[in-house]
């Protein structure tokens, strides 16, 4: 079995996280990490690629020797790859050539306010009722993209009751705000009067200190993904040379081992990580400052990127088809890329992404309408935003698939579930009465509904017809989301699926039967 380095680095990462902190000019949301591999046997070639490269560009070397990725400005991506020069543009085209399909990436994006909401929601969980991680994630949304400042200083004011009143008098002059735009506010409202209904109390306020654990929490789950179980992990030293910093110790704390500490100076990964964290963040930072609010009368107008985003010569364009590549075709795994459950500015880079990838070249961009590619890039980006939504709301576990060549796998209950979807058996469902001992249900990773249901004690896995995808939506969440039931209730959910067919008949053909009356009045 091959053994694997790697290498770890971050970028946008405020070592203390207090009311300057998040009101400085230059102060972006997202802490980034990036950790770049590859097997031991590859990185001698891997070191030559990139030690070329750092002698093409010694020139740009800073004080200490290193080339590291404050050569890069922020003001050279403010339109992202459209406002390099032609030295940037060929310099990033340079570095991201030292990457190939068997290099291994995996980078996590977190957003610090998103941090500072869950401490102080610490108490709220989701139940039946509530979807504790919506409520979060709209606070932490708001708090973002408007960044009102009274509500932010208050949670540094050490006072719960006035960082609750702030934060309900700033959703409440939102919603008067947004009422002068309602065809596009409309859903935000109903978010806002959702979050105010709950706001009733909070717990204390905790001391705010950064958890570094959750990068790492990701990687733990990315190695388990690609059954990589031996490796060695090297992380930029910090703090005194001779303690442990608190990187590595929360590297350890989530049970990652063979981790160690060295000056960036004297690794070649390291400085590579640093280059890859540094051009995430500023492609992040730059869609982050084009799509936001700057001002209070801007909070009701539609944001859309510029058209200077898409005026791209080739050499540009390629150079997004390259980082499409590197972080969304290679080393394709689910945890690929980690982040919290605010994702927004994540899911809006890997849809810049997408979008530019698709484009053949760059005469293609001004011939499908120049002036119109920020509207369509935002319908795009709306679907990308709608499609994570609907995989948060369910809430589903995801269970890890050991890789074989059988052609299928056995879902916890011992059934067959093919990686093919379209070979699973599809579940026949009769017109009247029909009971089953369902042993679970489920969705398959495109979203299609499945049901596992005991055969004469043989568990079998069936499709189930895609007008069932809500019903089998709510059967999860119940299971998910348990509430207190009375002793009526539990006789009821003590056998959770009892005749559970009798429903999925009624779902199916009353629906059906319902839609076909509707289109005759029509």
């Not at 802490?31 to 031991?40: A, E, P, Q």
């Not at 492609?283 to 609010?293: N, S, T, V």
Request: charged share 30%; glycine share 4%.
């Amino acid at each position: 079995m091959d053994t694997y380095k790697f290498y770890y680095d971050e970028s946008e990462h405020s070592r203390k996280i207090n009311y300057n902190t998040v009101t400085a000019p230059n102060y972006y949301d997202n802490f980034v990490t990036v950790i770049v591999g590859w097997s031991k046997e590859k990185e001698k070639e891997v070191f030559k690629k990139y030690e070329d490269f750092e002698n093409k560009y010694a020139d740009r070397k800073d004080r200490n020797g290193e080339l590291k990725s404050t050569t890069l400005k922020q003001k050279k991506l403010e339109c992202g790859f459209a406002s390099l020069d032609k030295a940037n543009t060929q310099f990033i085209m340079d570095f991201l050539s030292i990457f190939d399909e068997s290099t291994k990436l995996y980078f996590s994006v977190a957003s610090k306010i998103e941090y500072l909401v869950f401490q102080l929601f610490i108490g709220y969980q989701n139940n039946f009722i509530i979807d504790a991680d919506a409520v979060k994630y709209s606070i932490t949304k708001a708090l973002v993209v408007y960044r009102p400042q009274n509500v932010i200083q208050s949670i540094y004011d050490d006072n719960s009751k006035e960082f609750v009143e702030e934060l309900k008098r700033f959703f409440r002059e939102r919603i008067e705000c947004n009422r002068s735009n309602m065809s596009l506010k409309e859903q935000e409202n109903e978010a806002f009067e959702n979050i105010l209904y709950i706001l009733d109390d909070i717990s204390a306020i905790p001391e705010l200190q950064w958890d570094y654990r959750m990068p790492f929490s990701g990687f733990t789950k990315y190695l388990q993904e690609e059954q990589i179980k031996n490796y060695a992990l090297v992380l930029d030293k910090e703090g005194e040379q001779n303690e442990a910093s608190r990187t590595m110790q929360a590297a350890c704390e989530v049970g990652l081992s063979n981790v160690t500490e060295e000056n960036s100076k004297d690794s070649y990964g390291l400085r590579m990580a640093d280059m890859m964290a540094g051009i995430i963040s500023k492609l992040l930072k730059a869609l982050c400052d084009e799509l936001h609010y700057h001002s209070i009368a801007e909070g009701t107008e539609k944001k859309l990127l510029s058209t200077k985003w898409f005026q791209l010569n080739e050499a540009q364009l390629n150079l997004y088809k390259k980082l499409h590549k590197i972080i969304c075709k290679w080393d394709n795994a689910w945890y690929k890329s980690y982040a919290g459950i605010y994702s927004d500015d994540l899911v809006c880079f890997i849809g810049l992404l997408g979008y530019m990838a698709h484009f053949e070249n760059a005469e293609q961009l001004v011939n499908e309408k120049l002036e119109m590619q920020g509207e369509y890039f935002n319908g795009y980006v709306c679907r990308q935003l709608s499609d994570y939504f609907n995989r948060r709301r369910s809430k589903l576990p995801i269970d890890l698939i050991d890789k074989n060549d059988d052609g299928y796998f056995l879902n916890r209950r011992g059934a067959k579930v093919y990686f093919d979807i379209t070979k699973q058996p599809i579940l026949q469902i009769a017109e009247g009465s029909q009971t089953e001992m369902v042993l679970s249900v489920g969705m398959d990773k495109s979203g299609i509904p499945l049901i596992t249901i005991s055969n004469e004690g043989n568990p079998i896995c069936y499709r189930l017809p895609e007008e069932l995808s809500d019903w089998a939506y709510t059967v999860i969440e119940i299971n998910q989301k348990p509430l207190e039931y009375t002793d009526a209730q539990a006789e009821t959910f003590e056998d959770k699926y009892y005749e559970v067919i009798q429903q999925l008949y009624n779902t199916y053909y009353v629906s059906a039967d319902e839609n076909k009356r509707k289109r005759k009045k029509c």
